[in-house]
């Protein structure tokens, strides 16, 4: 019984770990900018989108991860800096050492923290969820520990 149950969950835990998505990421995609809607965590959903309808140019990339960006626009008004923040969520087709966790860039006139995730919608918060795998991994492991013992 031992055993079936160690199969059984290791199969599960394959087919999480090594199902990839063909098709149809969504991600939340809005500018607070825009619309202050995008701000807010309890009015995300009407923003989710499809990102394979949003395609980049004529390009042939497909969406691979969803992203979240806190831009702070610094400009100057009347001799003073003031600053505008805003939300950009959307879509992500080039993948990079970043994926899965976030980086900060600045420069001249603002700064921004960019956090990419890999799921439907898990773009809604700065917080970065663990990956499919790394979740797989932990669940594989408990079964054999399980097993073992």
């Known amino acids: 019984m031992k055993t079936l149950l160690g199969l059984i969950c290791f199969s599960i835990a394959s087919v999480v770990l090594f199902s990839t998505q063909v098709d149809g990421l ?7 900018q825009n619309d ?3 701000d807010s965590l309890r009015e995300l959903g009407v923003f989710i989108k499809d ?18 960006i806190l831009q702070t626009v610094e400009y ?8 505008n923040t805003r939300v950009i969520r959307g879509c992500g087709w080039v993948d990079s050492n ?4 976030c980086y900060t860039r600045s420069g001249y006139g603002g700064r921004q923290v960019v956090c990419s995730c890999k799921g439907d919608n898990c773009n809604s918060s700065h917080v970065s969820l663990p990956t499919k795998s ?16």
Request: proline share 4%; charged share 10%.
């Open 98 to 101: 970043y994926t899965g966790r």
């Open 36 to 38: 202050s809607r995008c």
């Open 76 to 83: 100057s008004n009347m001799g003073t800096m003031e600053t």
């Open 134 to 149: 790394v979740v797989a991994s932990l669940v594989i492991f408990l079964v054999m520990f399980y097993i073992v013992s």
């Open 51 to 68: 990102c394979t309808e949003e395609p980049i140019g004529n390009s042939t990339l497909s969406p691979i991860m969803c992203r979240k």
């Open 26 to 32: 969504q991600c939340y995609t809005c500018n607070s």
